[in-house]
């Protein structure tokens, strides 16, 4: 097969994402200070040993002037990244409009803005038209540096225009776009006024992936619902065209986790740890600030836990580690106070002069920090009201090969598909089923526990993103393989 002979070229892949892997800090008028932010993606992508791979996406910064532009290409590029330049009312209606005020709630099914509905809805269409620009943008970019043979692969729910786009001007290009959210039911999909736009535009793809099967099938039902189209085992026919639809679970590089666990550093932040919640078990929770991840609620479940098990109170803390995000968001804002008010309220209620039942952290931790932190913990809790995958539930059993605590997991995380087995499912909404589920938790019996740990940790180290991502885009070449020899026939 081609791209296993070494002597070949290594075919160029092009990743295109809203966000590019770094960020970037303007030192003077043409000079940037540049730092790789890992995450999820770009550590999936880094294992993509077999491509000649390059990002394109926005550096998350505005850079209205020509020398401060060229001088960021010019840097970007040795980390092999091409930015695309967006305007600061693009960004303002594009992304935090459209994408983060309509299209991330609406698939978590926290509906739509509503609160005054005249305004809001006509505000769609200007957003929407600053999504169609924005997503337009990115297209130029790719077509500029398009090079024929090259496979792009589009990211996320901020580019799903994008596919119609780059297929309008150059129908041979090989195209694959990955939602990393959930897929909702077509009933909820059917609220969006620009909902067979989107639709129609994510089928231009070659191949379309989503993290569940459950969120590929909602896809499919939404194309046959809303745009009257057939579905097939295989994905969704348009005018003897194929779109290919299927799930492609992401995982994390597990390894990066297991191997930091050995180094000097990791291990004094753990024996501190240790010593510090000392005759105390761990309890913790690592989500971004969002409401999808339903942080109120897991805390409410934890102060119900401790009215009912009052043996409990000074014997368990619960570690809640949550970055802000998207802070110029009011609904993020009034999060963030209603947050603070039910831990202050428990504190309150449960502390005593020495200890308190909730360490609340307002910030992100480094990645050493977070290692330890999953390896000291007893129970790890996740409760998103909905979530594509959920890493975090990855990332605490890569480090628990030691301690095999356990993980109570929403069952709304697409990850309650692979790890469910070796989990204690939940539904989030229900406070009194997740607080028995913390007395069981912690109550499980360490044979238990170790049979739940090795079924997840089984799972984790060998669907790992490398492989998530080696499987997209291998499979994206079979499709348009495929595509081609039905053509000839
Ligand atoms: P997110 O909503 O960001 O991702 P998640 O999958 O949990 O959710 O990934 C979060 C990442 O950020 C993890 O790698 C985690 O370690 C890190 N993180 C979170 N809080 C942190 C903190 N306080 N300090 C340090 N690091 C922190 C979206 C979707 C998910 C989907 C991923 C990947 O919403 O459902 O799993 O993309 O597709």
């Known amino acids: 097969y081609e791209r296993q002979d070494q002597r070949l070229p290594k075919q160029r892949l092009l990743v295109v994402a809203n966000r590019l892997p770094v960020s970037a800090v303007r030192q003077g008028k ?30 998350g910064v505005n850079v209205p002037d020509e020398i401060g532009q060229e001088a960021l290409t010019k840097a970007l590029a040795e980390k092999k990244c091409i930015p695309v330049f967006l305007d600061e009312d693009t ?22 803005p509503q609160e005054d509905r005249l305004s809001t809805t006509r505000s769609f269409q200007s957003q929407f038209d600053a999504y169609k620009k924005a997503n337009q943008m990115f297209a130029d970019v790719v077509h500029e540096h398009y090079e024929e043979g090259d496979v792009v692969w589009c990211h996320d729910y901020h580019l799903m225009f994008l596919p119609k786009c780059l297929k309008e001007k150059n ?8 939602l990393h959210t959930p897929f909702p039911s077509s009933e ?15 089928l231009a793809a070659d191949l379309v992936g989503f993290h569940t099967y459950d969120y590929a099938r909602h896809f499919v039902s939404a194309c ?46 753990i024996k501190e ?9 761990v309890m913790l929770g690592v989500d971004r600030l969002d409401m999808i991840k339903g942080i109120p609620q897991k805390i ?91 890493l975090v539930s990855y990332e605490f059993v890569a480090c ?47 044979d238990e526990r170790e049979k739940m740990h090795q079924h997840n940790f089984m799972h984790v180290t060998t669907h790992t993103s490398q492989e998530w991502a080696a499987t997209f885009v291998s499979e994206l070449n079979d499709t348009i393989i495929e595509a081609q020899l039905r053509t000839r026939q």
């Open 400 to 446: 628990q090969a030691s301690k095999k605590g356990v993980l109570i997991l929403s069952e709304f995380a697409g990850a309650a598909q692979s790890l469910g087995a070796g989990a204690l499912l939940v539904n989030p909404w229900n406070i009194a089923e997740v607080a028995a589920s913390i007395s069981q938790a912690l109550n499980m019996p360490a």
């Open 171 to 178: 129908s041979n290009i090989k195209v694959g776009w990955f």
């Open 273 to 281: 740890l240790k010593e510090r919640f000392a005759g105390r078990k």
């Open 188 to 202: 909820i999909h059917r609220m969006l006024p620009s909902r067979r736009d989107l639709l129609e535009s994510v």
């Open 224 to 269: 046959t619902r809303i745009l009257g189209l057939e579905g097939t085992p295989e994905g969704v026919e348009n005018q003897g065209k194929l779109t290919r639809v299927a799930a492609f679970p992401i995982g994390i590089d597990s390894d990066r986790f297991i191997r930091a666990l050995e180094l000097p550093q990791v291990q004094d932040h």
């Open 30 to 59: 043409d000079s940037w200070q540049l730092e790789i932010s890992v995450g999820g993606l770009v550590s999936a992508l880094l294992g993509l040993k077999e491509f000649d791979a390059r990002w394109i996406g926005w550096a």
């Open 91 to 112: 960004v303002h209606q594009y992304y935090n409009g459209y994408c983060n005020n309509i299209i991330w709630p609406l698939f978590h099914y926290l509906g739509l």
């Open 300 to 390: 409410l479940a934890f102060e119900e836990f401790l009215e009912e098990n009052p043996e409990w109170r000074d014997k368990v803390v619960l570690l809640q580690i949550a970055v802000p995000t998207r802070t110029d968001v009011p609904e993020y804002q009034k999060l963030s106070s209603q947050v603070h008010e039910i831990v202050g309220r428990i504190n309150g209620r449960f502390g005593t002069l020495t200890a308190v039942p909730i360490h609340h952290l307002d910030r992100s931790l480094d990645f050493h920090a977070l290692c330890a932190l999953y390896a000291v913990t007893d129970v790890a809790l996740i409760t998103s009201l909905r979530d594509g995958m959920n």
